[in-house]
Nanobody, 124 residues
């Protein structure tokens, strides 16, 4: 089971980045996938999640309207488009596979497999 996230980097306030997570070793198309982040000195927090079909999504209030999660089940990938980035979005972003097909939980305990994370730095 492997999750490989990429797309992080340095961006100015107001800019955009697109993160991508590639999954292998399991039928990830059957499960919810999510993105979490951990900022400097902060606990890891839920960012966004998407159901197995892609028809349902859920976002943290802090990113709603700015971030968009999507998935391509044919390629076993899940992306996070991040627009209007703020300094408080600076964090290591990790993708994860949930243990449900439909319920998009914001709790870490509901996700079984995690990627290594990719660093996003937003400079003012």
């Amino acid at each position: 089971v492997q999750l490989q996230a990429c797309g992080g980097g340095l961006v100015q306030t107001g800019g955009s980045l697109r993160l991508s997570c590639a999954a292998s070793g399991r039928t990830f198309t059957m499960y919810v996938m999510g993105w979490f982040r951990q900022g400097p000195g902060k606990e890891r927090e839920f960012v966004a999640g998407i159901s197995r079909s892609g028809m349902s999504t859920h976002y943290a209030d802090s990113v709603k309207g700015r971030f968009t999660i999507s998935r391509d089940n044919a390629k076993n990938t899940v992306d996070l488009q991040m627009n209007s980035l703020k300094s408080e979005d600076t964090a290591v972003y990790s993708c994860a596979v949930g243990n449900s097909a439909y319920y998009i939980s914001p709790k870490e305990s509901e996700y079984d497999y995690w990627g290594q994370g990719t660093l996003v730095t937003v400079s003012s």
